[in-house]
Each structure stands twice: as structure tokens, then as C-alpha cells.
């Protein structure tokens, strides 16, 4: 049985951070934060909510405007080496999108929304600095789930 629109379109997203990912970036999709953050950061795809298609009829077609997330972590000990981390990592991320829009045909249009960054202090670990990029994926499927 081949893969549902939806999975297409997130597995589609997946593959194109993770051929935009710099070596040491840890990428993971839907998985819990691990306990340790690598050293260059770690990426996780989120899949999100598809949210309320719009439904046209003759033929069937819902429109969705699918919110995924990417999480976005960084853990460096001086804020300059923290902020210049999480910065590479965002830009990675905005580079993958512009690379390829609709995502090999997949999506009508796909753009993120700017993260609002926070900064952590864990007892007994490096300060983190993380953030949530919110990315809408536009694209249509004849079926809600197909």
C-alpha cells in the first residue's frame, strides 16, 4: 500500500533537512528530546496538524494548510558560541525550504513562520537555547485519508 499524501509530504520534508543537515546536527522526526543535545545541535520534525481542509467537490479535493514544527536545539556554555549555533541551525532550516518549495512536486507552497527563541538553564547541564519553527505545507489530496 503506498504511503498516504500526508506521510508523503512529511517524509518529502524529512529527506530535504536531512540532506541540508550540516555534519554533527543529530535530526530525528517525532522522537522525545534526548537526555545529551550533540554538539552541533539537533533538529526534530514534528508532524504536526493538517488543520481543516478546504473541500471542493467534482471531484473530491481537500486543500490542506499543514502546520508541521521543527524543534530546534542548541547547548553551548557562552551565549556568543549558543547564539551563532542556534543561527546556523535556523538558517539551515530556511535554506532546505528554499531550496525546493514543493517539496519535488508534492506541495502547492511550503514557507516557515520566524521562531521565537528561549534560553534555558538546566541544573548540571550548559545553558540551551531552543525554538519551535512552525513550517506550512500547502498541498491537496483526493482523499482526507489517502
Given at each position: 500500500?503506498a ?23 543529530k ?11 550533540p ?14 481542509p ?8 481537500y ?5 508541521t ?6 547547548e ?19 535554506a ?13 507552497y ?12 538546566l541544573?548540571g547541564?550548559q545553558?540551551?537555547k ?5 513550517i506550512k505545507l500547502?498541498y ?7
Amino acid at each position: 500500500m503506498a504511503a498516504s499524501t500526508s506521510e508523503q509530504v512529511l517524509s518529502a520534508l524529512f529527506e530535504m533537512l536531512q540532506s541540508n543537515t550540516p555534519t554533527g546536527v543529530k535530526l530525528l522526526r517525532n522522537e522525545a528530546y534526548p537526555e545529551r543535545i550533540p554538539a552541533a545541535g539537533i533538529l526534530i520534525l514534528r508532524d504536526g496538524d493538517p488543520g481543516e481542509p478546504e473541500v471542493t467537490l467534482s471531484p473530491p479535493s481537500y486543500l490542506y494548510e499543514h502546520r508541521t514544527e521543527v524543534d530546534v536545539l542548541v547547548e553551548a556554555r557562552e551565549t556568543e558560541a549558543r547564539d551563532a549555533a542556534f543561527d546556523a541551525l535556523k538558517q539551515t532550516v530556511g535554506a532546505a525550504i528554499a531550496s525546493d518549495r514543493s517539496l519535488g512536486g508534492l506541495c502547492d507552497y511550503m514557507e516557515a513562520e520566524a521562531p521565537a527563541p528561549i534560553d534555558l538553564a538546566l541544573e548540571g547541564t550548559q545553558a540551551l537555547k531552543a525554538a519551535t519553527i512552525t513550517i506550512k505545507l500547502i498541498y491537496a489530496s483526493f482523499d482526507p485519508l489517502a
